[in-house]
């Protein structure tokens, strides 16, 4: 089964950038759909978007669109840009893949997952 590791978290004031990778042990490209989600202290895990096998087709949640981009970088690195960082965007980031067409982007979606990253947004 495929393991992601994620990285490139970190703490930035409001309106700075921040890059992620989620690097699997296997080539993921037209094979996976691959996920981003974030999980905020007390709150539950939501999904902040999915890119789907192959990299055809990329979707965000409302609350990120138009400031964070997803990218397959290559077979087997995903990447989550994040510009115009808020506060609100404080949580741990977490990498998730289904092998396959996407499906949903509910969390029942998604097979395997990464240990996370946490990124801190600062006022």
């Known amino acids: 089964q495929v393991q992601l590791v994620e990285s490139g978290g970190g703490s930035v004031q409001a309106g700075g950038s921040l890059t992620l990778s989620c690097v699997a042990s296997e080539n993921t490209y037209g094979r996976y759909c691959m996920g981003w989600f974030r999980q905020a202290p007390g709150k539950e895990r939501e999904w902040v978007g999915i890119?789907?096998?192959?990299?055809?087709?990329v979707s965000y949640a409302d609350s990120v669109k138009g400031r964070f981009t997803i990218s397959q970088n290559n077979a087997n690195t995903v990447s989550l840009q994040m510009n115009l960082l808020k506060p609100e965007d404080t949580a741990m980031y977490y990498c998730?893949?289904?092998?396959?067409?996407?499906?949903?982007?509910?969390?029942?979606?998604?097979?395997?997952w990464g240990q996370g990253t946490q990124v801190t947004v600062s006022s």
């Open positions: 890119i789907t096998r192959g990299g055809s087709g």
């Open positions: 998730a893949a289904r092998p396959g067409s996407c499906t949903g982007t509910g969390l029942r979606a998604f097979d395997f």
